[in-house]
Nanobody, 123 residues
């Protein structure tokens, strides 16, 4: 059974940093992994993704240069380092696993999802 559990969210001032973690269990670590976010009243949107080999990473334009996705396959954990946070980054952040090769930006391309962790950025 695949499980994804996010942690590391919280309240931070604009310009600050947070590091999100996604602990996985089950056969996820040959999977590509992604981070998505959903703000109130908005659709879920792609933030970042990383392949199993870490050779392929993709980012949404809104977070390029500020966020970094990484993974530690030995620890079965995926991270999202978020720097220079802005109020518009406020959302619930979800980790997702894709049981297929390659990183995609569409939510429908992912097979497993975590419950999410709240990130709130104050101005």
């Amino acid at each position: 059974q695949v499980q994804l559990v996010e942690s590391g969210g919280g309240l931070v001032q604009a310009g600050g940093s947070l590091r999100l973690s996604c602990a996985t269990s089950g056969r996820t670590f040959t999977y590509s992994m992604g981070w998505f976010r959903q703000a109130p009243g908005k659709e879920r949107e792609f933030v970042a993704g990383i392949s199993w080999t870490r050779t392929d990473t993709r980012y949404a334009d809104a977070v390029k240069g500020r966020f970094t996705i990484s993974r530690d396959n030995a620890k079965k954990t995926v991270y999202l380092q978020m720097n220079s946070l802005k109020p518009e980054d406020t959302a619930v952040y979800h980790c997702a696993a894709r049981a297929s090769f390659g990183v995609v930006i569409e939510a429908r391309g992912y097979d497993y999802w975590g419950q999410g962790t709240q990130v709130t950025v104050s101005s």
